[in-house]
């Protein structure tokens, strides 16, 4: 059974940082792409930014220049560095990927965002 489980979430202050990792029961290199969605209260799940096994990023224009996706395979992990945090960053972050076809999620990890 693949697993995905993520950590690193926590309170941070506006314009504060933390780093979000999911690290994967099987080898990464096993998914074609691993991604970061969010979801907070009373909103619908977004997705967040992507990065492919090859190594190529894509991010939602709302993290863009703030967020960083990165793995280290050695690690079977998947990275989400966050920066410049602001109010609205605040939800339950996601790792996610697609595993023979089928969606693989972590439990999540909440990121709180507050003076």
């Known amino acids: 059974q693949v697993q995905l489980v993520e950590s690193g979430g926590g309170l941070a202050q506006p314009g504060g940082s933390l780093r979000l990792s999911c690290e994967s029961s099987?080898?990464?290199?096993?998914?074609?792409?691993m991604g970061w969605y969010r979801q907070a209260p009373g909103k619908q799940r977004e997705w967040v930014a992507t990065?492919?096994?090859?190594?190529?990023?894509n991010y939602r224009d709302f993290v863009k220049g703030r967020f960083t996706i990165s793995t280290d395979n050695a690690k079977n992990t998947v990275f989400l560095q966050m920066n410049s945090l602001k109010p609205d960053d605040a939800a339950v972050y996601y790792c996610?990927?697609?595993?023979?076809?089928?969606?693989?999620w972590g439990q999540g990890t909440q990121v709180t965002v507050s003076s």
């Open positions: 996610n990927a697609y595993y023979r076809g089928i969606a693989i």
């Open positions: 099987i080898n990464i290199v096993s998914f074609n792409a």
């Open positions: 990065i492919t096994s090859g190594g190529s990023p």
